[in-house]
């Protein structure tokens, strides 16, 4: 017996002594529910769908007034009036709206004549629940034509909307490539480069390093470089099979130039979260924290990444730590170099934050690396 009570009093000790895993124990729930109740709020809201009015009747006014309503009530769109389709139809092709509603001209005419008046809808159906959402309630919002000035004998009036999907057809696991490699990225990144370190504090190994002229930048780039190069073929190679099991061939897909896009996101998003676990793990001695904290970190950049569920739903705070979440960029780009045959232009953005994050996180993680007992 107390043989018995000496393990579990050293064990207890060992635990409490570490005030870092007893407080992630404790706040890691607390997180996981804040993180996901926000990043899965059942419905979606505030998706921005741009209306292009040409039509400037009575009949485009009440479809306006049935959108606000929508935009009033439910909240499940933004409504954004835009004058020019061709600026509507670009922004929408970058990802700046989920749909672009069309009025054509005569659609009023249509309507008080007793025709079948039609309202076009263009959708982004790279992000396929998104898009089948705005055509839902849009559709609900259109249905019955309510007019004042349709008379009883044309009943039949009525608008209908036209919806059309500007890419190809994207089922919804197709749409979460993206989001898988950049997950093999992060499971990359924790599992080389810093991780290599802490395993060598945690068995002694680390001390021989101060027999050799190594500075901090020695190691930690060269183990950025490491892991790098591996993870950089774990992502590739994850791509590759998680398109073939999608039913998606990527030779068919991407130009060649498309494909080094993609490449140069994957090799700058690696960059970055291997720089941004040196600024973490560079002080840390022991595995199991590396482990609390990776399911921590998964979360917290993984999930509101859009990878999943569309940012823009997001309450305001996790909206603007979105807005500075390297993976939000990672998941942009892949998913326009993947399924819009997007070209530098449509992805420079992504890629200049990407790059800018890399450096600074290769930088903080030097700093804070630890070369002394």
Do not use: C
């Amino acid at each position: 017996m107390n043989r018995f009570k000496a393990i579990l009093e050293r064990d207890l000790r060992k635990f409490i002594r570490n005030p870092l895993v007893v407080a992630m124990s404790v706040l890691m729930p607390v997180i996981y529910l804040v993180i996901l109740g926000n990043s899965f709020q059942g419905e979606l809201k505030r998706l921005p769908v741009a209306v292009v009015d040409q039509d400037k009747g009575p009949g485009a006014e009440w479809v306006m007034e049935r959108l606000s309503a929508l935009e009033a009530g439910p909240r499940t769109v933004e409504v954004i009036r835009v004058s020019s389709q061709g600026f509507a139809m670009e922004a929408l092709r970058e990802g700046v709206f989920k749909g672009v509603v069309i009025i054509p001209p005569g659609f009023s005419r249509d309507l008080a004549r007793g025709s079948l008046a039609e309202i076009g809808l263009f959708l982004d159906n790279a992000e396929t629940i998104a898009a089948a959402t705005v055509q839902s309630a849009i559709a609900r919002a259109v249905s019955e034509p309510g007019m004042e000035f349709v008379s009883v004998r044309e009943e039949r009036a009525g608008a209908r909307l036209r919806p059309i999907e500007i890419y190809g057809k994207i089922d919804y696991d197709q749409t979460l490539i993206p989001g898988v490699v950049i997950m093999a990225i992060f499971l990359g990144a924790m599992t080389t480069g810093a991780f290599n370190i802490v395993m060598d504090r945690f068995l002694g190994v680390e001390e021989s390093y101060f027999l050799t002229p190594l500075t901090k930048s020695d190691i930690v780039v060269g183990l950025v470089a490491s892991g790098l190069l591996i993870t950089t073929i774990i992502a590739v190679v994850v791509l590759f099979f998680s398109s073939l099991i999608s039913g998606i061939y990527l030779w068919r897909l991407l130009t060649i130039d498309g494909f080094l896009l993609m490449l140069a996101v994957i090799v700058l998003s690696t960059l970055g979260l291997q720089g941004l676990m040196f600024v973490i793990m560079g002080r840390l001695n022991h595995p199991r924290i590396v482990g609390i904290l990776g399911g921590f970190m998964n979360v917290i950049f993984f999930f509101p990444s859009g990878a999943i569920y569309p940012t823009e739903s997001f309450p305001a705070w996790l909206k603007a730590f979105a807005i500075v979440n390297p993976e939000t960029y990672s998941v942009h780009a892949l998913r326009a170099l993947m399924f819009k045959g997007a070209g530098f232009g449509a992805v420079k953005g992504d890629m200049a934050f990407l790059a800018v994050f890399a450096v600074l996180a290769v930088i903080a993680g030097t700093a804070a690396f630890k070369r002394e007992l």
